[in-house]
C-alpha cells in the first residue's frame, strides 16, 4: 500500500512516517459504516512498514488545539495533535483537505503528529505542541524535522469573508467581493518556523487534496468522504 513521505525519513533513518491514499481510508464520522474496512485497511498498512507489532494511537480530533500525550493518555482522548516518546505506539491524525503536520526529533526520540485545519491553524495548535514537546521531554527547537502533508492548496480553498477575516493578507487570494482563495499550509509553514524550527528542515508537499483523486476530500466529496491517515512511528 502507498504511503507518501517525507524525505527526511530516508535521511533520519529509524523512523517511518507520512500519509496514506485513498486505498487505505480511515472513515470518518460520515462513512462508519465501513469502519471494518477501514479497520482492515490501517492494519495492512502496518504490516507493510512492519510496524504490525505496534499499536496504532489516535485521538478524537475536535478542530481545537488541545495536545494528547501517547505516553500518559488513552487512545480516542480529545485533542488534535499526539506527541510521544517513550511508548513505541504510531501516532496518527487523520485528515481530508486540512494538512497534518509530522514531527520528528532523531536526538531525544520524540514525534508528533497534528491535525491543523483553518481552525486548528487560527489556534496555532502547530506552536502548541512544539511548546508541549519542550515541556514534556526538553525537545531543542533546532532539531526538530517538519513535514506539512498534501492538503487543500489556495488555488483549490475556497473560503468566505468570515474565515478569511482570520487571516493575514498574505495567506489570501481574493476572488471577489465575498469570497477568498486561503493557503492553510502557508501559515502553518510560518508557524513553524516562528516556533524555531529551521527552514532547512520544513518539508511541505505542495499536492492539492481537492484537485488529485489521489485523496480523499470534503470539499469534493462532500458527506461522503473517508480520511487519509497522517502516522508517524
Not at 465501513?34 to 475536535?62: C, H, M, V, Y
Not at 477568498?180 to 527552514?199: K, M, T, W
Request: charged share 20%; glycine share 8%; proline share 4%.
Amino acid at each position: 500500500m502507498q504511503l507518501i513521505s517525507p524525505k527526511w525519513v530516508d535521511a533520519l533513518g529509524r523512523v517511518n512516517a507520512g500519509i496514506s491514499t485513498r486505498d487505505i481510508s480511515w472513515p470518518s464520522a460520515a462513512t462508519m459504516d465501513n469502519s471494518q474496512i477501514g479497520f482492515e485497511n490501517r492494519k495492512q498498512l502496518l504490516q507493510d512498514l512492519g510496524l504490525e507489532t505496534r499499536a496504532l494511537f489516535t485521538p478524537s480530533q475536535q478542530h481545537g488545539n488541545t495536545v494528547v500525550n501517547a505516553d500518559s493518555q488513552p487512545p480516542g482522548s480529545d485533542g488534535d495533535a499526539v506527541i510521544a516518546r517513550d511508548s513505541g505506539a504510531v501516532i496518527a491524525v487523520g485528515v481530508a483537505d486540512c494538512p497534518a503536520i509530522l514531527l520528528c526529533d532523531p536526538t531525544t526520540g520524540a514525534r508528533a503528529a497534528i491535525h491543523s485545519g483553518w481552525r486548528g491553524t487560527t489556534k496555532n495548535i502547530v506552536g502548541k505542541t512544539i511548546a508541549t514537546l519542550r515541556d514534556a521531554y526538553g525537545v531543542k527547537t533546532e532539531n526538530i524535522w517538519a513535514w506539512i502533508s498534501p492538503a487543500a492548496q489556495q488555488n483549490s480553498y475556497e473560503v468566505e469573508s468570515d474565515v478569511a477575516d482570520l487571516f493575514a493578507d498574505k495567506y489570501l487570494t481574493k476572488k471577489d467581493t465575498t469570497k477568498f482563495l486561503l493557503s492553510v499550509p502557508h501559515a502553518v509553514h510560518d508557524q513553524l518556523l516562528e516556533s524555531g524550527v529551521s527552514p532547512q528542515q520544513i518539508e511541505r508537499d505542495q499536492k492539492d487534496t481537492i484537485s488529485d483523486n489521489s485523496f480523499h476530500s470534503y470539499r469534493r466529496g462532500g458527506e461522503d468522504y473517508g480520511l487519509m491517515l497522517a502516522l508517524i512511528g
